[in-house]
């Protein structure tokens, strides 16, 4: 049954609105009722019992905010009443949590159909990369882009040239700009051929972007390991990458990157010089080559099972709504104990999404080095955002603050949900491998495209991504499914939803049932039984993150 209101922990002194609360809405609580003395959108929050000037805001048990001003029993909660606050807290105050492991015997014999790589990991996915070092070659990636993906049938795009083409004969059999608006388009078409030469080859993916030269060392550096990340990551079955010659981000930096990550590396890797080739055509034709006998070689593998230890599960939320907290995102947190529980490994990033439940997170740090670590990374953090006149309090979006989410904490604390309970093994800097099972925190931005481009770098092989408002975003690599906390979304957007929690919300489902049922579709697309959106619509952002000057 649908409720009107939600308390998330019994500490909160606010409560989540599930409905549209009219001003004088009788609202059960406390064996009682309180009366709305304002309209309450659903997503935002109320006071039950009022507030005063000063007084501390909390939600999920942690302080999000104080009181700028007096607020009415029933009254709601605006960025006009109530500003960002969080409490401090202090590494050194370390206090190892105890973790109960959810019971995981229904899965302990489950498996996915991966693909085995020579380094021991396992990919959801088999995918031929070509990259370039640096920002020059963007166009020569295009080319070769042009070049390979339609005779190869990895075209996926539609098409709305025959709209273009139907508009473009009524304006010339004179329609007005009233019947141009009105007017009833062709459905695009597809391009998709359906017939592929490697059929076990999941597709060809050409990244760009603008790095590689111009800005400090370190960032070239960075740029490589992020890149290196790609190439040895299990759902890659080798790269063609070409370099211009005389940028900063070197061929041999990548393959020093390259070496970390896996000192034994064995896929087909061709790296081109275009300075040392010369022409234009030269370059090209030598990269079709290569690049076509890697697709031979690419074609080779085959998807056999793996146990669920295998996955690697990123956690990422984008065009959150004030559902995002109490529906998706504990939702993903639930497959996350489970997964941690079967061996395999999660990875929490948006550090500044993390404000506010930095002492709950210390905590869970499985010894004190790891809980420094994070203590450090997120403090140098902040500074840096306060240095150029920002702060994380400034993250939340007019989106999100529209159906909602009104501080970072507010936020935070409703995105930290997506890690579970269990205890912080690892805290990783952006672009570091994860090489332990269990929860990892990784250091990346908020951006949604940056952290998820940062969360595949460091090996996940499966992103769970979880929007109220909506989001397309995909990854070139990695399935990244996109998880609805409402199910007016999951409507009015299915083309980009593939699962949907608003059930949650809706009272049809507990956290613990959706979770379960997001794990049995994340063993479906890793066994590519089911295609979710982001690759149907051939959605594949890659967004690394420069942190230094341009010089």
């Known amino acids: 049954m649908k409720h009107q209101v939600a308390r998330i922990h019994p500490a909160d002194n606010v409560l989540v609105a599930l409905l549209d609360l009219p001003i004088g809405t009788e609202v059960p609580w406390d064996n009682g009722f309180i009366i709305t ?46 500003q960002h606050a969080t409490n401090s807290y202090d590494e050194h105050a370390h206090q190892r949590a105890t973790w109960q492991a959810p019971d995981v015997s229904a899965w302990q014999d489950r498996t996915f159909q991966g693909y085995h790589r020579a380094d021991g990991r396992v990919g959801t996915a088999n995918y031929w990369l070509v990259i370039p070092l640096v920002f020059c070659e963007n166009r020569n990636i295009q080319v070769l882009q042009d070049a390979l993906i339609t005779d190869l049938g990895y075209g996926r795009r539609k098409s709305y040239q025959p709209e273009t083409r139907k508009l473009l004969e009524l304006m010339q059999a004179g329609k007005s700009v009233e019947e141009i608006l009105s007017a009833d388009l062709e459905a695009g078409e597809n391009t998709a051929r359906h017939t592929r030469p490697f059929p076990n080859v999941d597709g060809i993916r050409f990244l760009s972007h603008e790095g590689g030269c111009g800005g400090i060392r370190q960032d070239a550096q960075t740029l490589c390991g992020l890149l290196a990340g790609y190439i040895t990551h299990p759902n890659v079955a080798g790269a063609t990458v070409l370099s211009l010659g005389c940028q900063n981000a070197q061929a041999s930096m990548l393959q020093e990157e390259i070496a970390k990550r896996d000192p034994n590396f064995s896929k087909p890797l061709y790296i081109l010089d275009q300075q040392k080739l010369g022409t234009e055509e030269t370059l090209i034709s030598t990269a079709l080559r290569q690049t076509f006998a890697g697709l031979m070689l690419a074609n080779q593998a085959r998807r056999e099972p793996a146990p669920l230890k295998a996955l690697n599960i990123g956690l990422e939320c984008g065009g959150s709504d004030g559902f995002s907290g109490i529906s998706a995102n504990p939702a993903l947190g639930h497959v996350s104990d489970l997964l941690v529980a079967l061996g395999g490994s999660v990875i929490l990033a948006e550090f500044p999404e993390l404000c506010g439940v930095e002492q709950e997170l210390v905590d869970r740090s499985v010894d004190q080095p790891t809980a420094e670590r994070f203590s450090s990374l997120m403090k140098a953090y902040g500074d840096s955002a306060v240095a150029v006149g920002s702060g994380f309090d400034m993250n939340p979006s007019p989106g999100n603050i529209r159906d909602g989410l009104i501080t970072d904490a507010m936020k935070s604390a409703g995105a930290a949900r997506k890690g579970g309970s269990s205890p912080v093994v690892a805290v990783l800097d952006y672009p570091e ?8 925190l990784l250091c990346t931005p908020g951006n949604d495209v940056e952290s998820t481009t940062a969360e595949v770098g460091s090996g996940a092989n499966i992103v769970l991504f979880t929007t109220g408002l909506g989001t397309p975003t995909g ?22 939803i593939d699962v949907n929690t608003g059930t949650v919300i809706d009272g049809e489902e507990t956290i613990e049932q959706a979770g379960e049922r997001i ?33």
């Open 475 to 496: 990854n070139p690599i990695a399935p990244v499914i996109k998880v609805a906390s409402n199910t007016a979304l999951a409507r009015r957007m299915p083309d980009i």
């Open 37 to 82: 003395t304002e309209a309450i959108p659903a997503k935002h929050k109320l006071a039950p019992l009022g507030l005063s000037a000063g007084q501390p805001v909390t939600m999920y048990g942690v302080l999000v905010g104080t009181a700028r001003e007096a607020i009415r029993p029933g009254g709601r909660l605006t960025t006009a009443n109530i």
């Open 433 to 440: 491998l994860v090489t332990k099972p269990g929860l990892n």
């Open 519 to 551: 794990l049995d579709y994340v063993i479906r697309v890793a066994s590519g039984e089911e295609e979710i959106a982001a690759v149907r619509h051939d959605q594949t952002d890659f967004i690394p993150w420069k942190r230094g000057v341009s010089l």
